[in-house]
């Protein structure tokens, strides 16, 4: 059983209602979720003239391997509404894959772990809520560490 830790946002519409969502179809079509994060709203990043984002991260056990685990999710938002435009544009939902197991995958389309994990506050904070001690695998530093020192300085607010 493989652990892939998802981050999940939205900032268009019910946004409470769109993670409710897509986490049921992430049980129905990749596997269980076995923990879960509080929910926190952010500014957008990248892109700030938008409306906040609520963000979740999810541990999941799953049996896909990675690249199938990235082509249901991105069936998951289609499903969902999500039309990819402009990079970091207002979006139904978001589902990026954080880490799986302890892999690193560098490919063409799928880059495990994240590679902005360390740059972004408003993954970090919810990382840090469900695993502190986690480590990242290319950087060899833990979730806390990585928060302590992340530069980031929008706001994340429990929702």
Request: charged letters at 30%; proline letters at 4%; glycine letters at 4%.
């Amino acid at each position: 059983m493989n652990k892939t830790y998802l981050l999940l946002g939205c900032n268009i519409g019910n946004r409470e209602q769109k993670l409710l969502q897509a986490k049921k179809l992430i049980e129905k079509n990749i596997g269980k979720i076995i923990r879960q994060s509080k929910l926190y709203q952010t500014a957008a990043w990248g892109k700030t003239d938008q409306p906040h984002f609520l963000n979740q991260v999810i541990i999941v056990e799953t049996d896909l391997a990675p690249e199938k685990l990235m082509q249901i999710i991105l069936l998951t938002e289609k499903k969902m509404g999500r039309i990819r435009t402009i990079k970091n544009a207002s979006r139904i939902i978001d589902i990026d894959i954080l880490f799986f197991n302890k892999e690193i995958v560098q490919q063409k389309d799928l880059i495990i772990p994240h590679p902005e994990i360390q740059n972004r506050r408003f993954v970090l904070t919810p990382l840090n809520e469900l695993s502190p001690n986690l480590k990242h695998p290319i950087i060899k530093k833990n979730i806390h560490q990585l928060l302590k020192t992340c530069k980031d300085k929008l706001d994340v607010k429990k929702f």
